[in-house]
């Protein structure tokens, strides 16, 4: 059974960073790809950013240049860098997972539908 699980979110200033973590069961490995994606209050859950098992990334226009996704493999640990964090950002973020899948440059993360979710951390951002 996949398992994922969230750590890191937190409140944080206007222009503040945070870097979120996800463990990710032995069970997702190889060439799942990995997501994370953020839900405010009130509005729909949205992709943030997604990496694939060759390791292509793809984001989101509004996180372009602040937020990094990344994976260690070793420690099969998914994780965000958000740099310059905006109010805008303030979302209860998710990591996600499914099988293999490859991303074209410029595709969406929501190009493919994610089957494993964790539980989710807050990022709250206050101006």
């Known amino acids: 059974q996949a398992q994922l699980m969230e750590s890191g979110g937190d409140s944080v200033h206007s222009g503040g960073s945070l870097r979120l973590s996800c463990a990710a069961s032995a069970y997702i490995r190889g060439s799942y790809c990995l997501a994370w994606f953020r839900q405010a209050p009130g509005k729909e859950r949205k992709g943030v950013a997604g990496v694939d098992g060759s390791g292509a990334t793809t984001y989101a226009e509004s996180v372009k240049g602040r937020f990094t996704i990344s994976l260690d493999n070793a420690k099969s640990t998914l994780y965000l860098q958000m740099n310059n964090l905006k109010p805008e950002d303030t979302a209860l973020y998710y990591c996600?997972?499914?099988?293999?899948?490859?991303?074209?440059?410029?595709?969406?993360?929501?190009?493919?539908?994610?089957?494993?979710w964790g539980q989710g951390t807050q990022v709250t951002v206050s101006s």
């Open positions: 996600a997972a499914t099988p293999p899948c490859s991303y074209a440059v410029g595709s969406p993360v929501e190009t493919y539908p994610y089957n494993y």
